[in-house]
């Protein structure tokens, strides 16, 4: 099985400043996915950005963006100008054409006023 | 709304008891996924199906099982129930196998007492 490490289980930021979450990941594959889910106490599973490992520009959603690094398996998220409603739980997930979508134990986010 | 609908939200049953939770993916998607989510186990890849086929298994107990329908719309059917199988249900759906972004229902909550 791919492993999908989320390193921090809990961070914080304050509104309007940046964070960013951490994900590493275990493959021998070239040719991947990666996402970030948002879970929000509705327990709703969000798509917040797709990666295509063979892109190499990184994605990009509005406020959300990835530093996706292909040789060190690393693809963190930032989300820039904070709001309060982007407090949530984070996943990092990964998928190949033999694997269904992995995902780590996640990373709670919290944002303060 | 993520155009994925399961069935029931929320359930109550006993130990040793059978229930069946049901998903209708999104209109067009061929894929169902079906994933676990307690508490202490994160998000656990069960089972996934293909155009009525099972595509992709992950840590799916022995006593539970899915199928899905030539309609497309899928079952999951959880027997001898214990009460460390209480946790969130979740059904996905994508359009194809693999790489496609994957739409998560609302869940349904299970929990045995």
């Known amino acids: 099985a ?4 989320q390193s921090q289980p809990e961070m914080s930021v304050q509104e309007a400043e940046t964070v960013t979450l951490s994900c590493t990941y275990d493959t021998s594959e070239s040719d991947y996915y990666l996402f970030w889910y948002k879970q929000p106490p509705s327990r709703q599973m969000i798509l917040v950005i797709r990666q295509e490992a063979y892109k190499q520009q990184n994605a990009t959603e509005n406020r959300f963006s990835v530093n996706f690094q292909k040789a060190a398996k690393s693809f963190s998220l930032k989300i820039s100008d904070s ?10 997930a990964y998928e190949n ?15 303060t006023p | 709304d993520s155009g994925v609908t399961q069935t029931p939200k929320h359930l109550i ?11 209708s993916p999104r209109s067009g998607d061929l894929s169902v996924y079906w994933y ?16 009525g086929e099972e595509r992709a298994k992950g840590n799916i107990l022995e006593r539970f099982s899915a199928q899905q329908f030539p309609d497309l719309h899928s079952e999951l059917n959880l027997s001898s129930l214990e009460l460390g199988d209480s946790a969130l249900y979740f059904c996905a759906s994508s359009v194809a196998k693999s790489g496609n972004t994957i739409y998560f229902g609302e869940g349904s909550w299970l929990t045995v007492v």
């Not at chain 1, 709001?83 to 990092?92: E, I």
């Not at chain 1, 054409?97 to 944002?111: C, D, M």
């Not at chain 2, 049953?13 to 998903?23: D, F, K, P, S, Y």
């Open chain 2, 36 to 51: 676990q989510q307690s508490l202490d186990q994160g998000l656990q890849f069960l089972i996934q199906y293909y155009n």
């Open chain 2, 13 to 23: 049953t006993a130990t040793g008891q059978r229930v069946t939770l049901r998903c």
């Open chain 1, 83 to 92: 709001q309060l409603g982007d407090a949530a739980m984070y996943f990092c």
């Open chain 1, 97 to 111: 054409s033999g694997y269904a979508l992995n995902f780590g134990k996640g990373t709670s986010l919290l944002v």
């Open chain 1, 2 to 5: 791919q492993t999908v490490t």
